[in-house]
């Protein structure tokens, strides 16, 4: 829930704190000690790191801001250009700064550090270091580690009511027992219905559970709505209908928990964008898409010379948009499949996957990209059959024989390309983005809280906080009664 400009406001008492900690922490001699600011959405974390920043500036150090991901480092420098702020080295990824290689693992990336690592902030005095909560333990200690040496300054910025990295409990930036620490607590920003749901949220006033039927609270500021299912999915189609229609895909996305409500919802959202057209081909020229998991090598034409790595072509979360689209007929001998037994087996007649070839666009780097085929295809059954057989094989192949055989099978599931419609996304991969308007779907709030243990109760809390924050104008949740309906009323007006 970004908002911009704020060029002449006043700090409040908890910004100042903070600013006086970072200008005492700016003058110390041992820059080992990493800044860490934290506050909650609408505690004005942006607003003070800016001035923070040209404080910076005005000390003559090289500095310069990055984020986890390419969405966040977006957001940041459109903050920096309206605040007039010009860093040294230009905003990236925090692995691109820290000239990390990717490694795929499953559907997770995992960063190694490379010869280039131990010296990639030989030259700057300062790091900012945006979305700190998505900053994982592998992450934190190489960015630690390459700091020391150059006596190269650290500052983190977060959410710690966000969710944390996936595989930890909690946000390990906000663990550090060596660090300077500022916390934002006071809600500065004028609390418009979208960030006073958010705060309910976190805060507990409001629970976590699915919520009752309201008329919508509208306001100068924006506006929430609780609608039932079908007003709710209409509601939707109409703003990425109008997203679309403006050439702006961030003005409107539908946000879930689970893969499986992701997958239910995407035809609605693809018929929305593209009317008739959305089920007659899986993908369409101008279409904006989300890469899933890391695109490797292989799923290119390109090669990975142009990539972000040899053998990472794209990231996860990277944002594309289709160019053009064409048939491809994908034989797997070239990636050491053949034999009819073994095609048999997998259930295939011939070695051989029908799908698309997408040329897409991500800034200035373009791609060919060999896509995964549909879920629910007869080419994707097929294609997910034949990798479960290779794996089999694989593992009864023991450790020593069984090396090539994975070598065989990873250069098989690494020929396509995941990638999905962006206008659905989970919460998880929302995380340092903002939209106009979010559409909550309905798995994000459990039925009732009192059946999850209390770690789940925990966790529904951030999933929900974190959806809700995402929007800068209006959410819309699924409601199904009126029961709690006054109190929940009550709170968004902030009267409770």
Not at 292 to 297: H, Q
Not at 301 to 311: C, L
Not at 419 to 430: D, E, F, I, K
């Amino acid at each position: 829930m970004t908002s911009f400009p704020y060029a002449e406001l006043s700090l409040t008492e908890d910004q100042n704190k903070a600013a006086e900690a970072f200008s005492d922490w700016l003058q110390q001699k041992d820059a080992s000690l990493p800044f860490v600011l934290s506050g909650y959405a609408g505690s004005g974390k942006t607003f003070l790191s800016m001035r923070l920043l040209r404080q910076v500036e005005s000390s003559g150090l090289c500095w310069t801001v990055v984020a986890p991901t390419h969405k966040a480092v977006g957001v940041l420098r459109q903050a920096l250009n309206l605040e007039g702020l010009q860093p040294t080295w230009y905003p990236s990824t925090i692995h691109r700064l820290l000239r990390l290689k990717l490694k795929r693992q499953g559907d997770r990336e995992l960063c190694e550090s490379t010869e280039q690592t131990a010296a990639a902030l030989e030259h700057l005095g300062l790091v900012l270091v945006d979305e700190a909560s998505m900053v994982d333990s592998s992450l934190l200690s190489i960015a630690l580690q390459c700091a020391h040496p150059f006596k190269t300054r650290l500052v983190f910025v977060g959410d710690p009511a966000q969710l944390p990295p996936v595989g930890e409990s909690e946000s390990p930036v906000f663990g550090m027992k060596r660090a300077v620490s500022a916390c934002l607590r006071e809600v500065v920003r004028h609390q418009g219905p979208v960030l006073q749901l958010a705060s309910c949220l976190r805060d507990g006033r409001l629970p976590c559970e699915v919520p009752p039927l309201l008329p919508p609270l509208r306001s100068d500021l924006g506006q929430v709505g609780v609608l039932n299912r079908g007003d709710w999915l209409s509601r939707a189609q109409e703003g990425l209908r109008q997203a679309a229609a403006s050439d702006n895909p961030d003005a409107a996305r539908i946000l879930c928990y689970t893969n499986r409500r992701l997958e239910a919802l995407v035809p609605h959202a693809r018929r929305a964008i593209h009317g008739e057209m959305a089920d007659q081909m899986a993908v369409l020229p101008g279409e904006v898409l989300i890469t899933r998991t890391a695109v490797m090598a292989p799923a290119s034409s390109d090669g990975g010379e142009t990539g972000e790595e040899p053998d990472l072509v794209l990231g996860s979360n990277r944002e594309l948009v289709v160019e053009d689209v064409s048939p491809e007929r994908c034989d797997l001998a070239e990636f050491g499949v053949a034999g009819e037994a073994q095609m048999s087996l997998a259930g295939l007649g011939a070695p051989v996957i029908e799908t698309l070839n997408a040329k897409v666009r991500s800034g200035e780097l373009e791609l060919n990209l060999r896509l995964q085929p549909p879920s629910g295809s007869q080419a994707r059954e097929h294609l997910d059959a034949l990798l479960k057989r290779l794996a089999q094989d694989a593992r009864n192949a023991g450790k020593r024989g069984g090396r090539p055989l994975w070598r065989r099978y990873f250069l098989v599931r690494d020929a396509f390309a995941s990638l999905g419609p962006a206008a659905v996304l989970t919460v998880h991969r929302s995380q340092g983005s903002s939209f106009g308007e979010v559409f909550v779907a309905d798995d994000v709030f459990p039925r009732s809280l009192d059946r999850l243990a209390p770690d789940r109760r925990v966790f529904h809390q951030q999933l929900a906080y974190v959806a809700v924050s995402r929007a800068r104008h209006g959410v819309y949740l699924v409601g199904d009664s009126q029961r709690n309906a006054a109190s929940w009323s009550k709170a968004l007006r902030g009267m409770g």
